[in-house]
C-alpha cells in the first residue's frame, strides 16, 4: 500500500513537471545547468533553435529540460541584460541632468546678478541725465585693463602679480557679470546639448563663453585644452618660451602663439601671452591667460610682416570635479584682433563673438567632448577605423588646407604671379615635403615642388551650407576630373605625366564612402571614388579609377557664425596611415551683418535629395536647397588647388593651374546664381526624376506591394500609418533596398540598415548599381531568378555575401525581392530587396 501511494505521488509529481513545461511556466535550474547555459550565452545570446537542440544533445545536464524553456532561458537572460543597459544608461542620463541642472542653476544666479547691476545702473544714469556727462556703463573695468608689458618677464614676482590679476579678471567673466554676456543665437541649453553658450554684447573686442558637462578628468581636459593647435584648427603654432613655478604651486608660462589667416585677403594675426595654471581653494583647476605688450616682432623677425600682432584678454579654462565623475568645464574667449588690419568688407569677421564662439569656444568644447565619447567607448566605428586616426588625417587636411591659403615665407612659400583681374594668385613652393611623419614609408621626393592656385571672393544671397552641399554632392557642375587625374597619378607614382598623359573617360559620377563624423555630425570625413576607365584599346578594361580623401564641415544651416568648408585631397586606394595629402578646395565664411541675425531669417523648402527626409539625426541630413530669403547675406568664398610639379613642367603646370581655377570661380559663381532665391535651381539641380514619389509615398507603396505579394505584413505587430510608417521603415531591423527598373538598375532608396550594410549615405546612394552589391554568385542568383520575379512579383534568394562600397564583404541569410506597385496596383515603380 505505501509502495503504491509513492508510485502515485511520483506520478502526479512527474506529470506536474510536464505540466509546468508544457505551459511554458517557470522551471528551477541547477547551478549546474545555469553554468552551462551562461558559457553558450556568452559566445551567441541569441541561439538558433539548430543550436538549442544541439546543446541538449551535448550537455547530458539539460537532457531534462523542454527545448521551449531553453528558448524561454535564452529571452529571459536577454531581457535581463537589456535591462541593466537600460539602467546604466539611465543612471548615466540623470547624472547628467543633475549636473545640467546644476549649471542652469548658476546661470540663472548669474542672470539675476547682471539683472540687478543693470537696474543699479539704469537708476544711477537717470539721476545723471541733468550732467553733460554720462559714464559708459556697458562693460566693467577690468575688460578694458590694457595689457602688461614683457619687461616684468625677469622679475618672477612682477609675474606672479600678472598672473593673479589675470586669474581674477578670467573668474569675473567666466562665473560673475564683467561681461554683458547674451545667450549665442539658434543654441539652446537642454539635456541633449553640448552646453550652454554666450557672447558679448557691448565691450571691448569680441568675447564668448561656454560651459558643460564633460566625462573626462580635469587635468586631461586641462592638458587637450593647452594644446591649443590639436583641436584649433586656426592655430599654426604654440610655442613655450619660458616657464616659472609659482610660489602656491601653479605654473607660470610665456608663449607665443601663431594664427592662420582664414582667406588671402587678410593677414594672419600673432599673440605673446602669460598662462597662467593653478588650482583653487575649493578644488577647480584653472588656466587663465593674457597678452603681454612690448614682445618685440617674434622668434623668426624675418617672417614677422606676415602677422599682426592682437590682444587676448583675460580668458582661459576653469574645470570643476563633478560628482559621480566627469567635469564641469566653463571656457572663455575674449580677443581683440585688430580689425583696422584688414579690408572693409571683411571687418564683421574680426569683429563678430559669433564667429569666436563657434571656430574656438565651441570648437573647444565640442572636441573634449569627442575625446571623452571616443576614450568611453561611446563612438564606435566600423572595422579598422581608429577615431584618433580619422581625427589626425582631418587636422592633416585643414593644416594643408590653411598652409596653402596664408603661403608663409618661411615654410618656402613665393608668389610666382598675380591676376589682377580676378586676383588669381600663384604661389611655389619647391621646399614643400608631403610626407606627414618624419621617415614616413610613403614620402614622394618632388623633383620641383608644389604649386598652389588660390583666389578669394565676395558671395551674395547664397547660405554658405547651402553651396557647400552643393559643391559636395554636385561635383561634375564644377570639376574636372583630368585635373584630379594628374594630381592622383602625380602622387600615386611620383610621375609628373602632365601634358602627356594617357587619356580617361570619367562617368561624371561619385561614390561617397563614410569614415567617421564628430558627435554632432558638424564634420564629416569621407572617401570619393571618381569612376574612370582608359580610352586605349588595350587597356579599356583597366580601372582608372581616382580617390580622393574629403572632409565637409559647416553644412548644417543652423550653426551661427561658422564657416564651411569642402576640403580634399587625393590618396591611394590602399589609405596608409602615412599616405601624402596635398590638401585643395572651398572655404565659405559668413560676413555677419550688423542689422539682424542673418541664420534667424533662414529657410528650408525643398531638399537636395527626396529621401534626404528619411535620415534623422542632427540637422546636417536635412540641408535645404534654398537660400535664405535676407537679401544682405554675404559671404567670402576662398578657393585653393595645389598640384605637384616636375621642375622641367613648372610653366605648364602654372598655366593649367591659373585656367582651372578661373574655370572653376565661373561655375561656382554660376552655381551660386541658381540657388541663390531669385535663382533658377532647375539649371543645375537634382538629378531626380520629376515622377519620383515623396519619402512617404514610396514607403506606402513599399509596405502595401510587400503585403500584396508575400500575405504578411513587412511592419509588424500591425502596420503603422502616416509619418510612424516612415520613420518605422527608417528603423527596420533588415536591411531594405529598392532599385530603379531600369537596363541597368540604381538604387534609388535605402533604410539605415541598408545604408550601413552598404557603408554608405542617401546622397551617395544613386550612383551604387544593383549588380555592385552582389559578389558573382550573388548575380548568378538574382539573374536566374529576375525572370520568376517580374513575372510573379516575388522572389526568395538563398543565403549570400553583399559587397559594401568600401569593398568589404557583408553576409545575409535570406532575401526577399518583390515589385513595388504604385497606387494604380498595375504600374511597377521599383523592385524592393529585404536582407
Not at 527 to 536: I, N, T
Amino acid at each position: 500500500m505505501a509502495m503504491a501511494v509513492a508510485q502515485h505521488r511520483e506520478s502526479s509529481s512527474g506529470s506536474n513537471i510536464n505540466k509546468h513545461l508544457d505551459n511554458g511556466k517557470y522551471v528551477r535550474y541547477t547551478a549546474e545547468q545555469v553554468e552551462a547555459l551562461e558559457r553558450v550565452y556568452a559566445e551567441c545570446p541569441k541561439p538558433s533553435s539548430l543550436r538549442r537542440q544541439q546543446l541538449i544533445k551535448e550537455c547530458p545536464i539539460l537532457s531534462n529540460i523542454e527545448p521551449k524553456q531553453i528558448k524561454v532561458w535564452f529571452q529571459n537572460r536577454r531581457c535581463r541584460d537589456k535591462q541593466k543597459t537600460e539602467a546604466s544608461r539611465l543612471q548615466t542620463v540623470n547624472r547628467k541632468l543633475n549636473a545640467m541642472n546644476k549649471l542652469l542653476m548658476e546661470e540663472n544666479d548669474r542672470l539675476q546678478k547682471q539683472v540687478s547691476q543693470l537696474v543699479n545702473e539704469n537708476g544711477y544714469m537717470k539721476q545723471q541725465l541733468h550732467t553733460a556727462s554720462t559714464n559708459d556703463a556697458s562693460c566693467d573695468s577690468v575688460v578694458t585693463t590694457p595689457p602688461h608689458s614683457l619687461k616684468d618677464a625677469n622679475n618672477p614676482a612682477g609675474l606672479l602679480s600678472i598672473a593673479e590679476g589675470t586669474l581674477k579678471e578670467f573668474l569675473s567673466k567666466a562665473t560673475g557679470t564683467a561681461v554683458d554676456w547674451v545667450q549665442m543665437p539658434g543654441m539652446k541649453p537642454g539635456p541633449d546639448s553640448v552646453g550652454i553658450f554666450a557672447i558679448s554684447q557691448s565691450c571691448s573686442g569680441v568675447a564668448a563663453r561656454a560651459c558643460g558637462l564633460v566625462s573626462l578628468e580635469p587635468t586631461k581636459i586641462a592638458e587637450i585644452l593647452k594644446d591649443r593647435p590639436s583641436w584649433f584648427r586656426d592655430c599654426r603654432n604654440l610655442e613655450v618660451f619660458t616657464m616659472f613655478r609659482a610660489g602656491n604651486g601653479g605654473t607660470i608660462e610665456l608663449i607665443y602663439t601663431q594664427m592662420f589667416a582664414p582667406t588671402t585677403l587678410a593677414p594672419a594675426r600673432d599673440f605673446w601671452t602669460l598662462r597662467y595654471t593653478t588650482t583653487l581653494e575649493n578644488g577647480s583647476l584653472v588656466v587663465c591667460e593674457r597678452s603681454l605688450s612690448g614682445s618685440g616682432a617674434g622668434p623668426n623677425a624675418a617672417a614677422a610682416a606676415q602677422f599682426v600682432r592682437a590682444e587676448m584678454l583675460p580668458s582661459g579654462y576653469l574645470i570643476r570635479s563633478c560628482e559621480g565623475g566627469g567635469s564641469i568645464v566653463h571656457i572663455v574667449d575674449h580677443l581683440n584682433l585688430e580689425a583696422w588690419s584688414v579690408p572693409e568688407v571683411l571687418r564683421p569677421l574680426y569683429e563678430s563673438s559669433k564667429v569666436v564662439a563657434q571656430k574656438m569656444t565651441i570648437a573647444a568644447l565640442r572636441y573634449i567632448r569627442q575625446i571623452a565619447q571616443e576614450t568611453s567607448g561611446e563612438v564606435v566605428y566600423g572595422p579598422g577605423r581608429q577615431p584618433a586616426v580619422l581625427r589626425t588625417f582631418s587636422q592633416r587636411l585643414s593644416r594643408g588646407f590653411n598652409d596653402a591659403i596664408n603661403g608663409f615665407n618661411d615654410d618656402g612659400w613665393s608668389i610666382m604671379n598675380c591676376d589682377g583681374a580676378e586676383d588669381v594668385i600663384i604661389a611655389i613652393n619647391s621646399n614643400k615635403s608631403l610626407n606627414s611623419t618624419p621617415n614616413a614609408v610613403n614620402a614622394l621626393p618632388l623633383l620641383g615642388g608644389v604649386l598652389c592656385a588660390k583666389a578669394s571672393m565676395l558671395i551674395q544671397n547664397v547660405s554658405p551650407a547651402v553651396l557647400v552641399r552643393f559643391l559636395r554632392e554636385h561635383r561634375s557642375e564644377w570639376a574636372d576630373f583630368n585635373v584630379d587625374a594628374y594630381s592622383a597619378v602625380s602622387l600615386k607614382a611620383g610621375s609628373y605625366a602632365y601634358p602627356g598623359m594617357r587619356p580617361t573617360r570619367f562617368t561624371g559620377s561619385q561614390i561617397i564612402m563614410p569614415l567617421g563624423h564628430t558627435i554632432e555630425h558638424e564634420e564629416l570625413l569621407e572617401v570619393v571614388r571618381l569612376e574612370g576607365h582608359s580610352f586605349a584599346e588595350d587597356n579599356a578594361f583597366l580601372s582608372r579609377d581616382i580617390h580622393l580623401l574629403q572632409l565637409c564641415s559647416g553644412i548644417d544651416e543652423n550653426a551661427v557664425g561658422g564657416c564651411s568648408e569642402l576640403l580634399f585631397a587625393p590618396i591611394n586606394e590602399m589609405f596608409p596611415d602615412d599616405a601624402p595629402l596635398l590638401p585643395s578646395g572651398f572655404r565659405v565664411i559668413p560676413l555677419d551683418t550688423k542689422s539682424s541675425d542673418t541664420q534667424d531669417s533662414l529657410t528650408t523648402n525643398r531638399t537636395l535629395d527626396l529621401t534626404s527626409s528619411l535620415e534623422p539625426g542632427p540637422a546636417t541630413n536635412h540641408i535645404a536647397v534654398d537660400a535664405p530669403s535676407c537679401p544682405n547675406i554675404r559671404s567670402v568664398l576662398t578657393i585653393a588647388f595645389q598640384f605637384p610639379f616636375d621642375s622641367n613642367l613648372e610653366d605648364n603646370v602654372a598655366n593649367m593651374a591659373h585656367q582651372y581655377v578661373r574655370s572653376v570661380i565661373s561655375s561656382v559663381q554660376r552655381i551660386a546664381i541658381a540657388i541663390s532665391p531669385s535663382g533658377l535651381i532647375p539649371a543645375v539641380g537634382p538629378k531626380q526624376s520629376p515622377s519620383s514619389p515623396e519619402a512617404l509615398t514610396l514607403a506606402h507603396w513599399i509596405c502595401r506591394s510587400y503585403s500584396y505579394h508575400l500575405g504578411a505584413e513587412l511592419l509588424r505587430p500591425e502596420p503603422p500609418v502616416g509619418d510612424s510608417l516612415l520613420k518605422n521603415l527608417w528603423q527596420h531591423q533588415d536591411a531594405i533596398l529598392c532599385c530603379s527598373l531600369k537596363s541597368l538598375p540604381v538604387m534609388i532608396f535605402a533604410n539605415q540598415a541598408g545604408l550601413d550594410m552598404l557603408e554608405t549615405t542617401l546622397m551617395a546612394l544613386q550612383d551604387i548599381t544593383l549588380d555592385k552589391i552582389f559578389d558573382e554568385t550573388g548575380r548568378k542568383t538574382l539573374c536566374s531568378d529576375f525572370a520568376k520575379l517580374m513575372q510573379e512579383g516575388l522572389a526568395y534568394l538563398p543565403a549570400g555575401i553583399c559587397m559594401s562600397t568600401m569593398g568589404r564583404h557583408v553576409s545575409y541569410e535570406q532575401a526577399v525581392a518583390w515589385k513595388v506597385l504604385e497606387a494604380d496596383e498595375s504600374t511597377v515603380h521599383c523592385l524592393a530587396f529585404s536582407f
